[in-house]
């Protein structure tokens, strides 16, 4: 496995870097499920701390916790820091970043009061998960969504254009049309009523009282209905021709010049021509066993 970071030279160092870098060991497949364990429970203990209940009970309990949470993710850190040929190159990393943010939030505590709420952010931590468990594979799949997002991006943004052109439209007339004691009291009023009625949400905190009003609204609950599967076809169709360009080859038999033949075929599904012009068909007959008619 190729990792971005240089372990040290130092036999220590380099130890330790196999223990906490890689997952290809028992002992570091144990310290990856211990570190992502703790994570899992210094968020929960936020998340229970924040019960106002919870709290005055057990207050004291859980201020402690975090504390030596917090320890030990500092030690973490450091030893992950120690480890490294480059440790500035793993803080500006993305897993580095995060590292960092986890810890911050309770030493900020101690001058900023309300600043250990931001810890939820160790869950991404957990993230490590798709190391220990082997499934890196998936990041192929996520690459593909994420090429097909970018595809789709130009077509996406213009329908977001027209979605922003439609509420601006319809927030107007309403504006115009239904009076300040309805609610539209004033052009984003108007817009925000207008977006919560084009996504078929309908809060109804804001609502038309005059029958062209109702009418409008109704025109766009319709309007809703009907577009908000473009952008989800759109990205439908990226991802199927992510999938066709992944499996398929565009490559043309030699024989018939077909197209459209699975990446690993051997042989074209049309006619049986062997595809690798740069090899021989192993299954080809020698000059030797060549039929009685074609050597006469």
């Known amino acids: 496995m190729t990792l971005p970071f240089e372990p040290a030279n130092s036999g220590l160092r380099r130890t330790l870097f196999h223990l906490i870098f890689e997952s290809d060991t028992r002992a570091a497949k144990i310290f990856d499920i211990v570190l992502i364990t703790l994570i899992l429970l210094s968020v929960a203990v936020v998340f229970v701390d924040s019960v106002p ?108 254009f027209t979605v922003l ?68 076809g759109v990205f439908s169709a990226e991802v199927i021709r992510s999938i066709r360009e992944e499996r398929y080859s565009e490559e043309a038999c030699p024989g018939c010049g077909h197209e459209g033949h699975e990446r690993d075929a051997k042989y074209c599904r049309k006619c049986g021509t062997w595809l690798d012009e740069d090899t021989e068909d192993p299954n080809a007959p020698s000059p030797q066993e060549a039929p009685e008619d074609e050597k006469t």
């Not at 975090?66 to 897993?95: D, I, N």
């Not at 601006?168 to 309403?174: D, H, K, V, W």
């Not at 009291?185 to 084009?198: D, G, Q």
Request: hydrophobic share 55%; proline share 5%; aromatic share 14%.
């Open 53 to 160: 209940s919870l709290h005055a009970r057990f207050g004291g309990a859980f201020y402690l916790l975090e504390w030596g949470f917090t320890l030990l993710f500092t030690l973490e850190l450091a030893v992950r820091l120690y480890c490294l040929e480059r440790p500035l190159r793993y803080l500006k990393s993305f897993y580095g970043v995060i590292d960092l943010l986890s810890i911050l939030p309770t030493w900020l505590s101690l001058l900023i009061p309300g600043a250990q709420s931001l810890l939820v952010v160790r869950v991404l931590r957990a993230l490590r998960v798709f190391r220990v468990l082997r499934l890196m594979e998936f990041v192929g799949e996520g690459r593909m969504l994420t090429q097909a997002l970018t595809r789709s991006y130009r077509k996406i943004m213009l329908f977001l």
């Open 165 to 232: 052109l439609i509420i601006t439209i319809f927030g107007a007339l309403i504006y115009m049309i239904e009076p300040p004691e309805a609610g539209f009291s004033s052009m984003p009023r108007a817009m925000y009523w207008a977006i919560v009625t084009l996504t078929t949400v309908g809060y109804g905190d804001i609502t038309p009282i005059t029958p062209l009003g109702q009418f409008i609204s109704a025109c766009m609950m319709i309007m809703g209905y009907s577009i908000i599967a473009v952008p989800t």
